[in-house]
């Protein structure tokens, strides 16, 4: 996200004459300041500012062979767009901060999916969706248990095939090995 700076530059020359020296001392001041902003986020204003207001008060451009004693000072500021979208990107980060915590809390212990909209939703949860929720809940606990493990064992094995042809195979020896063991053809869906 870009900056909006003002720099003020004060120097004097050497007795080396050199033409364009006004726009030498702008273009190394300027790339001073860009090299330190371009590894800083726009979150902060004034830190940024005092970074690149540092840097620019270091003794590497206070005297070269064409100009000396100067001093530069950066004012930064954001323009209104840049302001809308960084509260945008700090929204968004702490939404998806806020969606991994529950997804780890709501994983871990699948009931806080039905108290979770519950408490979004107090009193207009009608009864059939609150047992939908159940189901849920109960759905991504057996997912831990049950679904999750064998998918990770079975990313295993289909990492030990590079032709799609054996890979295929492999999927239908799986399916008869799961219904060989459920005594019978595994069923398509579950009932509602």
């Known amino acids: ?87 945008q990107r700090r929204t968004d980060a702490e939404r998806v901060r806020r969606l991994c915590f529950l997804k780890t809390q709501l994983y871990d212990h699948p009931a806080l999916v039905v108290l979770d909209q519950l408490e979004q939703r107090p009193g207009s949860l009608e009864p059939h969706q609150v047992a939908d929720l159940q189901r849920l809940a109960r759905s991504i606990k057996a997912s831990d248990l049950w679904w999750h493990p064998m998918l990770e064992q079975w990313e295993r094995v289909g990492r030990g095939f590079n032709d799609p042809e054996n890979q295929n195979r492999a999927m239908h020896v799986l399916l008869e090995a799961l219904t060989k063991l459920n005594d019978g053809p595994l069923p398509d869906s579950e009932p509602a």
């Open 1 to 87: 996200m870009p900056f909006e700076a003002t720099l003020t530059i004060v120097w004097r020359p050497t007795l080396k004459g050199r033409q364009n020296l006004e726009e030498l001392v702008r273009a190394d001041t300027l790339k001073t300041a860009v090299e330190v902003a371009q590894n800083l986020e726009a979150t902060d204003v004034l830190a940024a500012q005092d970074a690149i207001n540092a840097a620019l008060g270091t003794t590497d451009l206070a005297r070269t062979r064409h100009y000396r004693r100067l001093t530069a000072s950066v004012a930064l500021r954001l323009s209104p767009e840049s302001r809308e979208v960084l509260v």
